[in-house]
């Protein structure tokens, strides 16, 4: 059984960071492209960032110099580290893990993150 599991959301105030943890289990995490995507309320769900099974990436605009995804392939974990925060980054943070040539994406279940004074 394939599970994602977020951790590492909270509260933090407007210029603080925050590290988001993406751990998976049930699958060769390395075959994986792995994105986090966030949704906030009364809003569609975007893409955040992206970072391919050889470790490319790429990172909404929005984010370009705040956030760094990372992978660690031996503990089968991608990181989002979020820097110099902001309001507009409030809301719930998704992991996404993707393997289009054999169509299968596993999403996890969410972790919040609220940017406020």
């Known amino acids: 059984q394939v599970q994602l599991v977020e951790s590492g959301g909270g509260l933090v105030q407007p210029g603080g960071s925050l590290r988001l943890s993406c751990a998976a289990s049930?699958?060769?995490?390395?075959?994986?492209?792995v994105g986090w995507y966030r949704q906030a309320p009364g809003k569609q769900r975007e893409l955040v960032a992206v970072?391919?099974?050889?470790?490319?990436?790429n990172y909404a605009d929005s984010v370009k110099g705040r956030f760094t995804i990372s992978r660690d392939n031996a503990n089968n974990t991608v990181y989002l580290q979020m820097n110099s925060l902001k309001p507009e980054d409030t809301a719930v943070y998704y992991c996404?893990?993707?393997?289009?040539?054999?169509?299968?994406?596993?999403w996890g279940q969410g972790t919040q993150v609220t940017v406020s004074s």
């Open positions: 970072i391919g099974s050889y470790g490319s990436t």
């Open positions: 049930g699958l060769i995490f390395s075959f994986y492209d």
């Open positions: 996404n893990s993707k393997r289009e040539i054999a169509g299968l994406d596993y």
